[in-house]
């Protein structure tokens, strides 16, 4: 964290200060069971940038993303959303916490748009009800303004013709991006993806990277989980290496890649050595 | 059958009757058993486990004499003086806690079927608890749940069979009283079946054409 701070502190459109970020975590614990997931983590994004968490599996990677929209809750440690701390409070009668605000949780997770590893469309809904959805029921746009909304998202990720298919009659990176229109349909300050390619056949995933990539190059903040590691090498302002529940190593890719300072991420870039 | 097919269709009308009530409240509360057991609070979880257990293990015959003679008692004590409970409420609410019971289980199951990731879509974008339940929980539950839940009716319409051993004038209740009375026994208990199956042929029915609007498109 604090090199993220080192990093931009200088932008000059960002004020004198600290820049405020769109997404931070603090010291984040999470314990699932009795698996100490995530170790204290902090990680902060800055509008308009791209990080990419990597890390092997089960080094709480996507737990730490889940923490950040409050599907999991931190059992210790602070979200914070722009300015704004989410209320989190111990959990009655058991461990762990529980989320305090409900209200507050449902307006700020409208504002991070997450894509799933499992795409979780509505398996009951065509893909344009899918992405219409929020727009009725969380923006509470009128009816035909959000047919309008989802039709254009479903346009940007290049599925306007399959609006009204089934999940069920749509290839997985099809299905991917459909899920990425849901997310965008909301018109996110942060969007999440919780390795977003990782259920697809590999001649599929790059359908699914050149949305994101195109996403990226819009300027949208993004917190990528990903075990592609060229495309968090090309895409990323920051990349974060996770190990064990705690961020590891951590700064922009060309050089955390390049000249990885830990034997963790030496030996997660070359498992040979 | 000495002007029996008028009683016939009036016992039909109440076979009806209670069955549809009963599946309709029944319905209800397997809604409210189901969320009880999947809730995250454990006195709800106990209380609809015991509901079920206990419902589910006594057999329908009993319940119903249970609800009749324990409500006529209870109803006399509250008020003081010899109170009877008619016999289509005290049936509609046996079975209306027999059918709760059962759709609860079918219920929880279905939920339970839904993938986990189909609520954190849901709650990702800012949905609440309430509108997940409705737009993604209910409709793909009811898909799920069909099946089962068309057997359920199937066995509602022939337990209504029971409520006549408290007086109930439905199609089991006219039988006996024809069969005894015209010395045709025979005659008026196919007279019966027939009416029964034709209910349950017209259910299945109903169900298969309600489950082929449904079950399009699925997992």
Redesign the interface.
């Known amino acids: 964290m604090q090199t993220a701070i080192d990093l931009h502190s200088d932008a000059p459109h960002r004020g004198p200060a600290v820049a405020t970020a769109s997404l931070r975590a603090e010291n984040v614990h999470k314990t699932l069971g009795t698996h100490p997931v995530l170790r204290g983590v902090s990680l902060a994004a800055y509008p308009h940038e791209v990080i990419s968490v990597l890390g092997a599996s089960g080094s709480g990677k996507s737990t730490l993303l889940r923490c950040l929209?409050l599907?999991e809750v931190p059992d210790s440690g602070d979200i914070w959303f722009r300015n704004e701390k989410l209320d989190i409070r111990p959990a009655a009668g058991r461990d762990g916490a529980r989320i305090g605000d409900?209200r507050q949780a449902?307006?700020v997770?409208?504002?991070?748009?997450?894509v799933?590893q499992?795409f979780?469309?509505?398996?009951?809904?065509t893909a344009l009800e899918n992405v219409m959805?929020?727009p009725v029921?969380?923006r509470g746009l009128a009816r035909r303004t959000a047919v309008e909304c989802a039709k254009h998202y479903l346009r940007k990720v290049g599925l306007i013709e399959r609006r009204d298919h089934?999940?069920?009659h749509l290839s997985g990176g099809q299905q991917q991006r459909v899920?990425i229109a849901?997310?965008l349909a909301?018109e996110p300050e942060v969007l999440l993806f919780d390795e977003p390619t990782s259920a697809l056949d590999p001649e599929l995933t790059g359908e699914v990277l050149r949305t994101i990539r195109s996403l990226a190059e819009e300027g949208r903040t993004m917190i990528l989980v990903t075990h592609e590691l060229s495309f968090a090498r090309e895409v990323s302002s920051r990349v974060a290496f996770m190990q064990g529940g705690r961020i590891e190593e951590e700064g922009p890719p060309e050089e955390v890649l390049s000249r990885p300072a830990s034997a963790g991420l030496r030996r997660f870039l070359d498992p040979a050595c | 059958m000495g002007g029996f097919q008028e009683q016939f269709l009036r016992g039909l009308e109440t076979t009806v009757l209670v069955a549809a009530i009963s599946g309709a409240f029944g319905m209800l509360v397997g809604l409210a058993g189901a969320a009880a057991k999947l809730s995250r609070f454990r006195a709800l979880r106990m209380i609809a486990d015991a509901y079920t257990t206990i419902v589910r293990g006594v057999p329908e015959l009993l319940v119903i004499l249970l609800v009749y003679f324990g409500g006529t008692t209870a109803l006399t004590a509250l008020v003081g003086s010899y109170v009877e409970v008619s016999a289509l409420w005290a049936g509609v609410f046996s079975l209306t806690v027999v059918f709760g019971a059962y759709a609860t289980e079918i219920f929880r199951g279905a939920i339970q079927a839904i993938p986990r990731g189909q609520t954190e879509a849901a709650l990702s974008i800012g949905l609440a608890p309430w509108q997940t339940w409705l737009l993604v929980i209910l409709p793909q539950m009811a898909r799920i749940a069909l099946p089962a839940l068309c057997n359920l009716w199937i066995s509602l319409l022939k337990d209504t069979s029971l409520i006549s051993i408290v007086g109930l004038s439905d199609i089991m209740r006219i039988a006996v009283v024809g069969a005894g009375s015209m010395r045709d026994p025979l005659t008026f208990y196919l007279a019966a079946s027939a009416l029964y199956l034709m209910l349950t042929s017209v259910s299945l029915l109903t169900f298969r054409l309600v489950e082929r609007r449904l079950l399009a498109p699925v997992h």
């Open positions: 929209n599907l409900a449902r307006r997770r409208a504002s991070l748009g997450m799933f499992s979780n469309l509505w398996p009951h809904k959805e929020g029921h969380v089934y999940p069920r899920a849901r997310a909301m």
